[in-house]
């Protein structure tokens, strides 16, 4: 099993490059950023996450930005978006973005993605709450046509476009693995779909990921995947070593540490307790 930690960029958290280097020198498989654009003023809809949006929420970077920085800064760390708020976003231009990244990295990119709990945030980019899965899935779509098509050609009911030419080309092939977050049974589905990947997150009402393996594995059979090739990645998780063994024994692919938003000292020394407790975990 892998295991990764993530964070929500910040101006006032360890830089991008920083906190790169040292997640790849204490042995960390991934590093994965967080996006939000903005938080709407009115803060209408409630977090699923409790009843206080935390300030990092408002306060992100540019996750592509971030991993650009943090692909410069090493040479084997893989670097994720956890995750990119693709119904948000232009197709073609986060096509170009995704690749571009998978190209400065050397190949190391994991794209992950979701549609987003804030309805709010979504109308401000002209997005609705209602259909927002379909437009996920449409995106992503149409972004596989990008990244491997010459000449793409992608015609859906919310996206459409007719013979373009856009470079360049992911390193990775056929494109950077997909990685869907969501809870189950839903996040399951269109990851099965549509993705390489499922990322349930924890906080979000049905926390025990372990017992839905063998769903899971069922589920991907039926529809004809092999649940050996796609990557279950329990998201945001604490230093806890029971947790991290089931994880383990239910087989899961990875876990990823949650980091807070802090200066170096103070992240540096909570990864080398996430690091304490996967030691003691392996023991």
Not at 26 to 37: D, I, M, Q, T, V
Not at 208 to 214: G, L, P, Q, R, V
Request: proline share 7%; aromatic share 10%.
């Amino acid at each position: 099993m892998h295991y990764g930690v993530m964070i929500f960029p910040t101006a006032y958290a360890v830089p991008p490059g920083e906190l790169a280097r040292a997640a790849e020198e204490r042995g960390f498989e991934s590093l994965w950023f967080a996006e939000h654009s903005h938080i709407p003023a009115s803060r209408e809809t409630p977090w699923p996450g409790g009843a206080e949006l935390p300030q990092m929420y408002y306060d992100a970077m540019d996750p592509f930005v971030a991993l650009a920085a943090a692909a410069e800064a090493t040479t084997e760390l893989k670097l994720a978006t956890g995750i990119c708020l693709v119904i948000q976003r232009d197709v073609i231009q986060t096509a170009k973005s995704v690749a571009t990244l998978d190209v400065l990295s050397g190949g190391r990119f994991l794209f992950g993605v979701g549609g987003g709990w804030n309805k709010e945030e979504m109308a401000n980019h002209g997005t609705a709450f209602e259909g927002r899965w379909k437009l996920l899935r449409e995106k992503i779509e149409a972004m596989k046509q990008i990244w491997t098509q010459d000449e793409a050609t992608y015609k859906g009911e919310r996206i459409a476009f007719d013979r373009i030419i856009a470079n360049p080309k992911p390193i990775q092939k056929p494109h950077p693995p997909i990685h869907v977050g969501g809870a189950f049974p839903g996040g399951m589905r269109r990851a099965l779909r549509y993705g390489d990947g499922w990322i349930p997150l924890l906080g979000r009402g049905d926390d025990d990921i372990t017992k839905h393996m063998t769903a899971f594995r069922q589920a991907a059979r039926e529809v004809d995947r092999d649940p050996d090739t796609m990557e279950v990645t329990l998201y945001a998780i604490g230093p806890d070593a029971d947790l991290v063994k089931r994880c383990e024994d239910a087989g899961l692919s990875r876990v990823v540490f949650g980091l807070p938003p802090a200066e170096s000292g103070i992240v540096f020394k909570y990864m080398d307790h996430i690091a304490g407790v996967i030691g003691m975990h392996r023991r």
